[in-house]
């Protein structure tokens, strides 16, 4: 039975590190599916939102101790900056080649990584629980903190709301309508430049959101963009660039190989995600859930 | 151009060759430490470029190849105490085996897909690099790697009043010397212009009957090959070899250089190479900002200079020369890069 536990205990942490994935590579593949832009950045924009969510406790505490409220400020601010970046600078990019996307996207990660490090500095920094989700309740003998399992509940809800403003909202069909053909939204009369500026608003929202949100369990340092977004690339290349299901499948496979390849090859299991990765690629480089792009 | 004037007849590559040749007799211990980090990253840059400009391959993890010529030298010379003589051709032909391995899965893909797969490559030789620890040394990495044996310099006039890091540089510049001499042969050869037909149009390519995915991968392992020379001379030249080099940013690196200096030009990547490690240099002397100042160059580089320091000078050149001859010509093509016809370098 205590072999049985401790799997299911793996499992819980494979599902919580996808639920986190998923938080953060949703934007990103947002962004991909609608504008094709495969944005480096969303990893620096994660970093800014575990920063300013610390700020935002620190300037906060005096008055009330809210983590939500500073989590929703970080969130808004990092969407800001995400509107501002589309409209100043990425508007300029569209119809040119990937490697200048991809590069204008890398210039954000060096300049807000060193932008953060100036500001905040290199030491680590950390945010406390919210005391509504201090503790951990017991699942089939393996113990689960709450926080962890408001991560997986906030996950979901996010994958439902998502699909939800997809599928049916008005807003949602106009996305759709710009990743199949962004000039003919146009034709018809729709204001593809503000959809692209909203579109990228919302995927630095969730990205600054869920910087925000991981704070109560990881600590904040310099770096955490980069590795994050080689992670987020990994889960959206498995579920399908641009597929928001997909991403959803993606990020739960990840987490499980991530979890239990730690098990079965213990100093290997950056190898296999890495390899998974790859090997979509080679058979499937629009990923287990995607569509293949014309 | 079929300029008759001097500045065309100068064998510009001897000069600079022969200028770069003299650095160790009178520059200082530190004139030879940029040198010889100039002259390594141009290699890199150069091999990249052959990719990015010639065949028009975004490879997002060209480090790669670089790091497994590193590790490959350092491993041989270190561990197995082989003679540089051999470790330098292991080097790049185990670079260039690797790149044929994974540049047979990358070729098959499209644009960002290729991108993507080069990069998810160059992060499996990163993991193994971090995680192996009795081959790679892991996350401690390589430290100490020899110098070659240069002894053999001693008895050579000149040679043998250098210490061994000006040897060691003249060793490097050789071997940068002449591997820049061959791909500059390979790319101006019938192949290299293939690869330019590839670049401007592959469905024409291939409608004429040429194998696109063959040709992309003899390139994406010529270049692959090089990058492992220059990985294997950095590594003897920082004096060990670490996980860090095959780490991603490291391929973002190298892309800007190539950017920098211009990616329609041959010697471009070798001028953003120099450029990039010098203004490294100033720059951390003044602030530890320095990713911060390279994002604001690539910013301005993006929107100002796509075509690069060699690109906007080349332009800036034919402009004079036109307002010289007054036929006034607003058309200076910087706008679009890639697209513009290659430049004989």
Same mark, same amino acid.
């Given at each position: 039975?205590?072999?049985?536990?401790?799997?299911?205990?793996?499992?819980?942490?494979?599902?919580?590190?996808?639920?986190?994935?998923?938080?953060?590579?949703?934007?990103?593949?947002?962004?991909?599916?609608?504008?094709?832009?495969?944005?480096?950045?969303?990893?620096?924009?994660?970093? *800014?939102?575990?920063?300013?969510?610390?700020?935002?406790?620190?300037? *906060?505490?005096?008055?009330?101790?809210?983590?939500?409220?500073?989590?929703?400020?970080?969130?808004?601010?990092?969407?800001?900056?995400?509107?501002?970046?589309?409209?100043?600078?990425?508007?300029?990019?569209?119809?040119?080649? !990937?490697?200048?996307?991809?590069?204008?996207? @890398?210039?954000?990660?060096?300049?807000?990584?060193?932008?953060?490090?100036?500001?905040?500095?290199?030491?680590?920094?950390?945010?406390?629980?919210?005391?509504?989700?201090?503790?951990?309740?017991?699942?089939?003998?393996?113990?689960?903190?709450?926080?962890?399992?408001?991560?997986?509940?906030?996950?979901?809800?996010?994958?439902?709301?998502?699909?939800?403003?997809?599928?049916?909202?008005?807003?949602?069909?106009?996305?759709?309508?710009?990743?199949?053909?962004? !000039?003919?939204?146009?034709?018809?009369? =729709?204001?593809?430049?503000? #959809?692209?500026?909203?579109?990228?608003? $919302?995927?630095?929202?969730?990205?600054?959101?869920?910087? $925000?949100?991981?704070?109560?369990?990881?600590?904040?340092?310099?770096?955490?963009?980069?590795?994050?977004?080689? !992670?987020?690339?990994?889960?959206?290349?498995?579920?399908?660039?641009?597929?928001?299901?997909?991403?959803?499948?993606?990020?739960?496979? @990840?987490?499980?190989?991530?979890?239990?390849?730690?098990?079965?090859?213990?100093?290997?299991?950056?190898?296999?995600?890495?390899?998974?990765?790859?090997?979509?690629?080679?058979?499937?480089?629009?990923?287990?859930?995607?569509?293949?792009?014309? | 151009?079929?300029?008759?004037?001097?500045?065309?007849?100068?064998?510009?590559?001897?000069?600079?060759?022969? =200028?770069?040749?003299?650095?160790?007799?009178?520059?200082?211990? @530190?004139?030879?430490?940029? $040198?010889?980090?100039? =002259?390594?990253?141009?290699?890199?840059?150069?091999?990249?470029? *052959?990719?990015?400009?010639?065949?028009?391959?975004?490879?997002?993890?060209?480090?790669? @190849?670089?790091?497994?010529?590193?590790?490959?030298?350092?491993?041989?010379?270190?561990?197995?105490?082989?003679?540089?003589?051999?470790?330098?051709?292991?080097?790049?032909?185990?670079?260039?085996?690797?790149?044929?391995?994974?540049?047979?899965?990358?070729?098959?893909?499209?644009?960002?897909?290729?991108?993507?797969?080069?990069?998810?490559?160059?992060?499996?030789?990163?993991?193994?690099?971090?995680?192996?620890?009795?081959?790679?040394?892991?996350?401690?990495?390589?430290?100490?790697?020899?110098?070659?044996?240069?002894?053999?310099?001693?008895?050579?006039? #000149?040679?043998?009043?250098?210490?061994?890091?000006?040897?060691?540089?003249?060793?490097? #510049?050789?071997?940068?010397?002449?591997?820049?001499?061959?791909?500059?042969?390979?790319?101006?050869?019938?192949?290299?212009?293939?690869?330019?037909?590839?670049? !401007?149009?592959?469905?024409?390519?291939?409608?004429?009957?040429?194998?696109?995915?063959?040709?992309?991968?003899? $390139?994406?392992?010529?270049?692959?090959?090089?990058?492992?020379?220059?990985?294997?001379?950095?590594?003897?030249?920082?004096?060990?070899?670490?996980?860090?080099?095959?780490?991603?940013?490291?391929?973002?690196?190298?892309?800007?250089?190539?950017?920098?200096?211009?990616?329609?030009?041959?010697?471009?990547?070798?001028?953003?190479?120099?450029?990039?490690?010098?203004?490294?240099?100033?720059?951390?002397?003044?602030?530890?900002?320095?990713?911060?100042?390279?994002?604001?160059?690539?910013?301005?580089?993006?929107?100002?200079?796509?075509?690069?320091?060699?690109?906007?000078?080349?332009?800036?050149?034919?402009?004079?020369?036109?307002?010289?001859?007054?036929?006034?010509?607003?058309?200076?093509?910087?706008?679009?890069?890639?697209?513009?016809?290659?430049?004989?370098?």
């Amino acid at each position: 039975m205590t072999d049985l536990s401790f799997l299911f205990t793996q499992f819980l942490g494979g599902l919580t590190t996808a639920m986190f994935l998923f938080l953060i590579a949703s934007g990103l593949s947002l962004v991909f599916g609608v504008m094709r832009v495969l944005n480096f950045a969303h990893g620096s924009f994660y970093m *800014l939102g575990a920063y300013l969510a610390w700020q935002a406790v620190q300037w *906060l505490s005096p008055l009330l101790e809210s983590f939500w409220l500073a989590a929703l400020f970080a969130a808004l601010a990092v969407a800001v900056l995400g509107g501002l970046v589309e409209r100043l600078l990425l508007r300029h990019m569209y119809g040119k080649e !990937e490697l200048y996307q991809l590069l204008l996207t @890398y210039a954000l990660v060096l300049i807000l990584g060193d932008g953060a490090k100036a500001i905040w500095g290199t030491q680590q920094l950390s945010v406390s629980r919210p005391p509504i989700l201090d503790g951990a309740i017991e699942m089939f003998g393996s113990v689960l903190p709450v926080y962890n399992l408001f991560i997986m509940l906030a996950g979901v809800a996010i994958a439902l709301g998502g699909w939800l403003i997809l599928a049916r909202s008005s807003a949602g069909r106009m996305v759709r309508a710009a990743a199949l053909d962004r !000039e003919m939204l146009g034709a018809l009369g =729709a204001n593809v430049g503000a #959809l692209y500026t909203g579109m990228f608003m $919302a995927s630095s929202f969730l990205a600054g959101l869920s910087g $925000a949100l991981v704070t109560p369990i990881q600590s904040i340092v310099p770096g955490m963009d980069v590795e994050v977004i080689v !992670e987020a690339f990994i889960v959206v290349v498995i579920g399908g660039l641009g597929s928001f299901w997909g991403t959803f499948w993606g990020s739960l496979i @990840y987490g499980q190989v991530l979890s239990f390849g730690i098990l079965i090859m213990p100093s290997f299991s950056l190898f296999s995600v890495f390899a998974l990765m790859a090997v979509i690629l080679i058979v499937r480089p629009w990923g287990l859930f995607g569509k293949p792009m014309r | 151009m079929k300029t008759n004037d001097l500045a065309s007849r100068i064998p510009w590559t001897l000069v600079v060759f022969l =200028a770069a040749l003299v650095v160790p007799w009178l520059g200082s211990r @530190y004139d030879i430490f940029l $040198a010889t980090q100039i =002259a390594i990253s141009g290699l890199f840059a150069v091999s990249l470029n *052959l990719l990015l400009g010639t065949t028009g391959l975004v490879s997002f993890g060209h480090v790669a @190849y670089f790091g497994i010529g590193a590790y490959v030298c350092g491993i041989l010379m270190k561990t197995y105490e082989m003679p540089f003589s051999i470790a330098l051709p292991a080097a790049a032909l185990g670079a260039a085996f690797a790149s044929l391995v994974f540049g047979f899965f990358c070729v098959r893909l499209t644009r960002i897909y290729f991108a993507m797969l080069s990069l998810a490559f160059s992060q499996i030789i990163w993991a193994i690099a971090y995680k192996w620890n009795d081959v790679t040394g892991g996350d401690q990495g390589l430290p100490d790697v020899p110098y070659p044996d240069l002894d053999w310099m001693n008895s050579i006039p #000149l040679l043998g009043d250098l210490r061994i890091a000006g040897q060691f540089y003249v060793v490097t #510049l050789v071997v940068v010397g002449l591997s820049l001499a061959a791909m500059r042969r390979i790319i101006h050869s019938p192949f290299g212009r293939m690869l330019t037909t590839i670049r !401007e149009n592959a469905e024409r390519a291939s409608a004429i009957g040429v194998d696109v995915r063959r040709y992309e991968l003899a $390139a994406f392992v010529v270049a692959g090959g090089f990058a492992g020379i220059a990985g294997a001379l950095f590594g003897i030249f920082s004096r060990g070899v670490f996980s860090d080099y095959v780490f991603w940013p490291k391929s973002a690196e190298v892309m800007i250089m190539t950017i920098l200096g211009g990616i329609n030009h041959f010697w471009g990547p070798v001028v953003g190479a120099g450029t990039l490690v010098l203004l490294n240099q100033e720059t951390t002397s003044y602030t530890e900002y320095w990713s911060f100042v390279l994002g604001t160059i690539l910013l301005v580089l993006l929107f100002v200079f796509p075509g690069g320091i060699v690109g906007g000078l080349s332009a800036g050149f034919a402009w004079l020369r036109r307002k010289r001859k007054g036929v006034g010509s607003p058309e200076v093509g910087t706008a679009e890069p890639t697209r513009v016809e290659v430049k004989r370098a």
